[in-house]
């Protein structure tokens, strides 16, 4: 079983940067594909970047690509989303998700990005 905790959220100005953290916890973390999403109330949840189980291959949604890097660390049961250039569009709650032969989600972090 693997456990996700996001965390970095907070209140960032328009044009900011922003990197938020994913802890996971088990041994088996390194084979799993890891993904951020993102909603906002009343929408569904959003696909916003992913990468696979060894880092070799990453996505990006078209709203972030060029803004946004997804990247992980195996040895430290850790996943990363550097956020720049920040929008208003972009607030919202990101959550961090294993996907392998099992899948996980984490209980989310706000991100607003304001005036």
């Known amino acids: ?15 900011g940067s922003l990197t938020l953290s994913c802890a996971a916890s ?3 973390f390194g084979t799993f594909d890891m993904d951020w999403f993102r909603q906002v109330p009343g ?18 949604s078209d709203s972030v ?25 972009d607030t919202a709650v990101y959550y961090c998700f294993a996907h392998a032969y099992a899948f996980y989600w984490g209980q989310g972090t706000q991100v607003t990005v304001s005036s």
């Open 43 to 60: 929408k569904e949840r959003e696909f916003v970047a992913a990468i696979s189980w060894n880092s070799e291959k990453v996505y990006y």
């Open 1 to 15: 079983q693997v456990q996700l905790a996001e965390s970095g959220g907070r209140e960032v100005q328009i044009g």
């Open 65 to 89: 690509k060029g803004r946004f890097t997804i990247s992980r660390d195996n040895a430290k049961n850790m996943v990363y989303l550097q956020m720049n250039s920040l929008k208003p569009e």
């Open 26 to 28: 088990g041994s088996t």
